[in-house]
C-alpha cells in the first residue's frame, strides 16, 4: 500500500469516528455569514478576485465546507475533489442542505483528476494542510496546471513552511519556558508518520498512519514555476491557522496566502 492509499485509509477512519455531529451543521453556517469559513486576510484576498461566471475549484477539499462559502462570490460553477468517499458524501449532503446548485464533488487522488477536467477551471484553490500530503509537489501542481484555462489562478493558503520547525505543545520537545526553541529542521526530507488520530475531527485515537511532507517556501513556489504557474501575490502572516495560538505574534512566520497564475 503506497502513502496516498494508507492516507486515504486513516482519513476515512477518522470521519467514521468523528466527533458527534461533526460538519452536521454546516449548511446553517453556510447562511449565517457570507465567506463564513474563511478568516479575515483569505476573505480580503477573495473578494479582490472577479469569480463572476467563472468555474472554480477545490483540491483536497474535505467536508466541502469552504467550497461552498466561496460560492458566495458569484461564480458559475464549483468542483471539489478529494479521495475520502465517506467525508465527499457529507459534502454533497451539505450540498443538498443548503440548496446550493451549482456545486458538485468527486471522490478520487487529486493526482489522478480525470483528463475531462483539463483546461476547465478559471480558480483553483488549497487551504490548510492540504499540500502536506504530497511528496512530489512538481506532480501536484502539474495536475493544478492541466485542470487550469490559460490565465487561470491558483491560490494556496496554508501553514507556512516555517512552523515545521516549532515543536507543538502536544510534543515532547515542546517547552512552554521557552517557546523560542526550534526542534526540527527546515529542510527535513523524512516524512512524518502519524498513528495518533486526527485530532481536530476525532481526537486522539490508536489510528492508521497518516503520512506527510514537509516543504520550503522555495519548492513551493519552485514547483509552481516548473509548471508555468507564475507567483504574482506572497503574503506571509504570524498567526497560526489551526495547529496551536501559542506562537501568534511572536515575529514567527505561521501561515502565507499565496496566488499563481498559469501561463496564456
Not at 14 to 36: C, E, P, T
Not at 50 to 65: L, T, Y
Not at 136 to 149: A, E, G, Q, R, T
Amino acid at each position: 500500500m503506497n502513502y496516498i492509499e494508507s492516507n486515504k485509509s486513516a482519513w476515512e477512519e477518522a470521519f467514521v469516528r468523528r466527533h458527534s455531529g461533526w460538519g452536521d451543521n454546516n449548511h446553517k453556517l453556510l447562511k449565517s455569514k457570507k465567506l463564513y469559513f474563511f478568516d479575515e486576510d483569505m476573505r480580503n484576498e477573495l473578494h479582490k478576485i472577479d469569480f463572476s461566471g467563472k468555474e472554480v475549484a477545490q483540491f483536497c477539499c474535505n467536508n466541502g465546507r469552504e467550497l461552498l462559502s466561496l460560492m458566495d462570490l458569484g461564480a458559475a460553477s464549483g468542483t471539489g475533489f478529494d479521495f475520502a468517499e465517506n467525508i465527499i458524501e457529507q459534502a454533497q449532503l451539505t450540498t443538498e442542505k443548503a440548496g446550493i446548485k451549482n456545486c458538485s464533488f468527486v471522490s478520487c487522488n487529486i493526482l489522478d483528476i480525470p483528463e475531462k477536467y483539463n483546461k476547465n477551471f478559471d480558480f483553483v484553490f488549497f487551504t490548510i494542510g492540504a499540500i502536506t500530503w504530497f511528496e512530489n509537489l512538481h506532480l501536484l501542481f502539474k495536475k493544478v496546471s492541466d485542470c487550469l484555462k490559460p490565465g487561470g489562478l491558483v491560490l494556496i493558503n496554508d501553514f507556512h513552511p516555517f512552523i515545521n520547525m516549532l515543536p507543538l505543545p502536544c510534543d515532547k520537545a515542546f517547552d512552554p519556558n521557552n517557546p523560542n526553541k526550534l526542534a526540527f529542521s527546515y529542510f527535513k526530507k523524512e516524512p512524518w508518520v502519524e498513528t495518533d488520530g486526527m485530532y481536530y475531527m476525532a481526537g486522539s485515537y490508536e489510528s492508521e498512519p497518516f503520512t506527510s511532507f514537509s516543504h520550503k517556501l522555495s519548492d513551493i513556489i519552485n514547483a509552481l514555476s516548473l509548471n508555468k504557474i507564475k507567483t504574482v501575490k506572497l503574503n506571509e502572516y504570524d498567526y497560526d491557522i489551526g495547529l496551536t495560538d501559542v506562537y501568534n505574534n511572536m515575529g514567527f512566520p505561521l501561515s502565507f496566502i499565496l496566488i499563481g497564475e498559469l501561463s496564456a
